[in-house]
């Protein structure tokens, strides 16, 4: 099972709302700066790690291991052991507290796919406090397909919140959040991500190409109307970021879609996760409330999930027998 939510097994409901209403504004300054130049760190990879989430993670550069944490923007918890900010988070997107946690889930996982691969960090060492044993320090984080952070934001997995910092190669950090706000305003309108949970469209596309921002230390932001092939290799600093373009696809689970099983093969009751996320229209949250629901009597039964409509059941029954 992906998860249990019982939030009144540590804070009755009346304290999670109380603890809540006591909001953290957001931060329109930056963080107090170790080093006033921007610190470059190229070629780095994800480290797995429970504590990691959509927007704070553990990153390995060589020998060294680091713990980063996003500007601009902020994923929600994936548990409730910070109740007060899960109901803020919960109010911002209109959602509930357990809803928040299951998109914080799924925030979680686009990072670890979006960081499989080699990718760039700039940071200034700004603590960015925390609770692990590892200091925290603020971070831009460049993906082969551009800032993780816009990413985020554009599949509705985010909000535009938090530190804010002059990004590299740019003067202050109002065209950032800027675009990261315009960014937002799309999600919200196609209804994907937080802003389309409530439709069974949590893990829905983002329809239409956004340009992400690539930094550059020292020059203009440049921006790409779709994402570089995931084969680049970032280049030395002070020479532009490849851009050879590719069909925009900012899918959660795009790795699965060129693996589609035979119809009518999988068993609804015994399949595991990694085998329900191969079924087009199936992403982990699904896969984790589909495992929750079992047994099923036949695979009929998939109509009583919950975010399985008519549309979503007519797509995805025939790959079950």
Known sequence: MFFRFSISSRVGLSGLIAVG?????????GAPEKSKEWIVLKNCRFIPNPANDGDSFHVSVGSKEYLFRLYFVDTPETDEMTPGRLVQQAKYFAITVPQAIEVGRVAKEFTRQKLSGPFTVFTHMSDAMGQSRLERFYAIVQTSEG????????????????????PPGLKNSREE??????????ARQESIGAWGINAGRLNAQAQTPSALSSFV???????????????????????PVASTARSNQ????????????????IDINTATEKELTTVPGIGY??????????????????????????KKYAKIRPYFH
């Open 147 to 166: 800032d993780l952070g816009e990413q985020l934001v554009r599949n509705g997995l985010a909000r535009t919140y938090g530190f804010k910092v002059a």
């Open 285 to 310: 949250v699904m896969a984790a409330r589909i495992i929750a629901a079992r047994p099923f009597r036949s695979a009929d039964d998939l109509r009583r999930v919950s975010g399985i409509g008519d």
């Open 217 to 239: 230390p020292g020059r203009e932001a440049r921006t790409r109307s779709a994402p570089v092939d995931s084969s680049s290799v970032v280049t030395p600093i002070g020479h």
């Open 21 to 29: 209403l006591l909001s953290i504004a957001s931060v329109d300054a």
């Open 250 to 265: 900012i899918a959660t689970n795009k790795a699965h879609d060129k693996i589609k099983p035979p119809l009518g093969r």
């Open 177 to 186: 959040s800027a675009k990261l706000q315009q960014l937002e305003n799309q």
